[in-house]
């Protein structure tokens, strides 16, 4: 039996008990899309891309309707680590090798784009989400540092990026408590945020711009006609244009898009609140980390001085029975002065990734486009192709097009056995880890 995507983990329009849905801004629910309805673009998925797109389609003129199955920021976009990061989720020296100088140049500069479209539209429309500066990059084995600082001068000398600077291990050590680490690199033009709240506050700031936000409205069928329909359990709408903004919970939605993104989960806990000497002895400065293990743990401190820590992945469609148990080990491997802490929540979260950890950009027609495949770098990038798909819509798709020229390879064994042959492989990684 196919398991849904949309309900195997999750109760029908509800957030999951998470930390982030326990301290989320005040918020109405929108409506349920009822009877004939019709727009320049119907924007199906309510998480940072479809928000944002929706958003910004709406400030170019566009009558947008958003189409979201659960709750704006339901799905990874209200669950994740928050971190807000520079660069593509793949290093420039690598992207330099995969697509040239040129257009590696230019992946940079987007992605400084997206950084700074998160900043901007959280100053903008006055979104309360912690914003905070600064993450740290921690490399879990001697062997790995130089690289770091490798990486970190090249962005300096040949990337004129003054943000990034390196860290010995006294001073990873100092930043992080934690005797797992021997050095790494700080960044300061990244960020970390409270998601949901980031999420929320787009979907406001979508509404106000004029956007026709529903929610519960899971579309059942798409015809990719001119114009397009798109039939959800109680309406029906015709639109110009589609911009598909499922990610990791796009389902059996689009073939052509699932062949190349490919739902994995991901899990976090928060513990209870610490006091502020043991929460500044685990992050001095208040950044959020990212470890180097091929399986990331990425971990920071909420406002109210939590450890909120994310680790563990798993490749099948439903989420383990303890994941709290499951992020509790990774967790204390890096923190063993946390055991006996109280965990106040653990929860899952599903996430799409590509073959080569790149988002995957397509049109599927000349009026349907669809962006995804963030692979765990998503705040920024999410919010950044949103706004391309806004602009390929209006007629300019130069950016659209640099990131859909990236190459793009479909998982070997299609739909069916692309999570056991994952599977192997994540156990490799997982081993390799541990080496």
Known sequence: MVMDILTVNDRQGEYPKSWYAATANTHEPFETAKGDLTCDVCVIGGGYTGLSAAL????????VVLLEAHRVGWGASGRNGGQVGTGQRVGQAELERMVGLERARELWLLSLASTQLVKDLIDTYSIDCDYTRGIIHADHRKRYVADSHKQAD??????DYDQVSTLDQRQIREEVGSES???GTLDKGSAHVHPLNYALGLAGAAKQAGVRVFENSRVTTMETSEPAVISTGQASIKARYVALACNGYLGGLQPQIASHV????????????LSDADATALIKNNYAVADSRFVVNYFRLSRDKRMLFGGGESYRYRFPGDIAGLVTKPMLSVYPQLKGVKLDYAWGGTLGITMNRMPHFSRIKGNVLSTGGYSGHGVAMATLAGSLIADAVDG???????????PSHKFPGGTMLRLPLLAVGMMWYTLRDKL
């Open 396 to 406: 300019q798709a130069g950016a659209f097009d640099v990131m859909q020229s990236v």
């Open 262 to 273: 490919m739902p994995i989960n991901n899990y976090i806990v928060a513990t209870e609140p």
């Open 181 to 183: 680490y021997y050095g």
């Open 56 to 63: 910004h389609l709406a400030r170019k003129g566009f009558d």
């Open 154 to 159: 090249k962005l300096r000398n040949d990337y």
